[in-house]
C-alpha cells in the first residue's frame, strides 16, 4: 500500500466535465490529480455528441472534435406530419466523444493537472482537515478537496452524504450505415418512444447515430424504429449500446470538503438528455466556487454550499421544467401529438413565434410559450 503527498483537488472520474473541472483548477495553480477508472480517457463512451454552440462559445473545447454542423431538424408526428425548423446559422455540433474527452484531458495535463488511469476509487472519507481516497488496487491518495465527477455511477455519493439524481431515463443508440440522412430527424409518438422521441443525428449522408430516452423498453422501441426504418438502413445488424441518464437536479451536491459535479449531481437537461453543456456550466461554477474558498482557507460545506445554489439558480428551473414537459408528453395520445403538428403546420404565427423563442440548451422560454399557445388553441 502505497501513502502518497497531499494534493490540492482529487477529481474522481475523466468524462468531459471531470477533465474540464481539473482544466480550470490547475489553470489556477493548484495541484490536481484525476483518476479514471478506465484505461483509457473517452474509450467507452456511450453519447451521441451533439452540443450546442454555445457551448463551444462559452468553453475552451477542442474544435477538431467537430464532426459536423446542425442548422436544421426535422420533427416527425406519429402519423408522419413534419415540421422543419431551420437557421441561418448552425445550432449544434455533432462531435466525436473520444477527440472531444481526450482534447480537453490534454488541456488539463498541459496545465498541470497528473491524470491517472486504470485507477478505480472505490471509497472516500472525509476527515476534518483531508480527503482519503481508497483505489481498487488498495492505494490511497489523499487531498484538501474531492470533487466527484463520475457521471452515472453513484457508488461513493452515500459514502459521504452526497444525494443522487432523484431519477433515471435509458439512453439507447446505435449507430448504422443509413440512405439519405442529411440533417437531424425527431420521431414522436407512443409507439416510437413514449413521452420522449427517438433521433436519428447524421454524421455524414450515409452514417448516423439513431436512438432513443426512455423510462423503460428503450431497446425494444429502438428495434422496432430500426425495423421501420428498414428500407434506409444499409446494415442489417447493428449493435445497440445502453446507459442510463440522470433525471432531475441531485439536492445536495456539496459536503465538507466536497462537491459533485456534471451527470453526478444531475447536471443533464431533461428535455433531451443532453449533460455536457451543462455539466460544463456546473464544473465553471464548482471551479469558481472552490478558488474562493481556497482563498478564504476554509472547505467547509457551509463555505461550499454556494455552489449549490449558484448552479441551481442556473439550471434547475430548465430540469424542472424538462420533466414537465416530458409528464405532458407521456400523457399524451398519438392523435393529440398529430393535432398539435396540424395546429402548427396551419397557423404560422405560432411557429413564427415558437421559432423565435428556441435555443438549443434553454429550452424554458419555448416550453412555456408553447403551452400558453397551446391553452389558446385547446379553448
Ligand atoms: C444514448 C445517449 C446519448 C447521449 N447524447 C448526448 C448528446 O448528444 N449531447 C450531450 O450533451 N449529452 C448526451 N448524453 C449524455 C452525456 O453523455 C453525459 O451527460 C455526459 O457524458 C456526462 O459527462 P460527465 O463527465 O458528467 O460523466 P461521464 O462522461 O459519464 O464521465 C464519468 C467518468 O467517470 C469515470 N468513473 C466513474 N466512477 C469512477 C470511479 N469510482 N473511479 C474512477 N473513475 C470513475 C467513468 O469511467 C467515466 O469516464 C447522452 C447519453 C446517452 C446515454
Redesign the pocket.
Known sequence: MVMSKMYDVIV?????????TAYQLAEAGFDVAL????EE????????????TQ?FREFFLPQQAIICEVKSITFFSPSSLTLRYTSSKAIAY?VD?SIL?KGIAKLAREKGAEIQLG????KIKIGQDKVEVE??KGDREKAKVAI??????Y??HSQIGLDTPPSFV????TEVQIENSKEPEIYLGNSISPGSFT?I?PLNENRA?I???TKRKGILYLRRFLERLNERLREKQTQI??????YGAAKKCVAHRVLS?????G???TT????????LIG?RIAAQVLIKAFHRGDLTKESLAEYDKIWKDRLEREINMGCRVREILEKMSDKGIDRIFKWLQRVGSARDLIQKEVNFDFHSKVISLGMKLLRKFIQ
Do not use: H
Open positions: 474522481i472520474g475523466g468524462g468531459p466535465v471531470g477533465c474540464y483518476f479514471e477508472e478506465d480517457i473517452g474509450k467507452k463512451v456511450v453519447c451521441t455528441g451533439v452540443i450546442g457551448a455533432v466523444r474527452d485507477q478505480q476509487v472505490r483505489m481498487d466527484l465527477s463520475t457521471g452515472v455511477n457508488s461513493l435509458q439512453g439507447v443508440q433521433w443525428v447515430r436512438g432513443n430516452l449500446s445502453y446507459k442510463p441518464v440522470a459535479v456534471g451527470e453526478a449531481a447536471q443533464v437537461k433531451t438528455g443532453g449533460g455536457i453543456f451543462y455539466g464544473s
